[in-house]
């Protein structure tokens, strides 16, 4: 019986550090245990993605999977919307959370509307996430004034 999938030991060894920082951090063993299970049972999905930084500036590889979070601001178009209306899906991205008032709720339902201060965490291609960065940050236009 062979392997069924080949893990990167980079991959493994991520998610041991991690989760031996949690236990010294304070953070229930049964709860650490519990995730890293959940990570391994996702096939490692939210890992494989990353955050870019100030050194990937200038990096070429523009067709690798990236996490971004972006904010959605009072003023927003979004604030009220649903994941689905907003058409995050159809560009191939995944939300795999919405932090809201400093709790983050993973894998949100796609008819979760969106509310001011909501910072949305995306999963995809850098031109998708663009994309779905402009829709999130578009403001509504002001009323047009009335005349007295």
């Known amino acids: 019986a062979g392997a069924t999938e080949v893990i990167p030991e980079i991959v493994e060894g991520s998610l041991m550090l991690a989760s031996h920082t949690l236990v010294l951090v304070g953070v229930p063993m049964r709860k650490v245990v519990r995730r890293v299970e959940e990570m391994r049972d996702e096939r490692y999905s939210l890992l494989r993605g990353y955050f ?3 050194d990937d500036a200038d990096d070429d590889d523009h067709e690798q999977v990236r996490l971004q979070s972006v904010p959605v601001d009072a003023r927003a178009d979004a604030v009220g919307r649903s994941l689905e209306e907003l058409g995050l899906y159809a560009l191939g991205l995944e939300v795999t959370a919405i932090r809201r008032h400093g709790i983050r709720g993973v ?3 796609p008819q979760t509307k969106l509310r001011a201060s909501d910072i949305v965490v995306l999963r995809g291609l850098p031109e998708a996430l663009a ?3 402009e829709r999130l940050s578009r ?3 002001d009323p047009p004034a009335v005349a007295a």
């Open 52 to 54: 870019r930084g100030a």
């Open 107 to 109: 894998e949100p339902d």
């Open 131 to 133: 994309l779905a960065e």
């Open 139 to 141: 403001h509504r236009r």
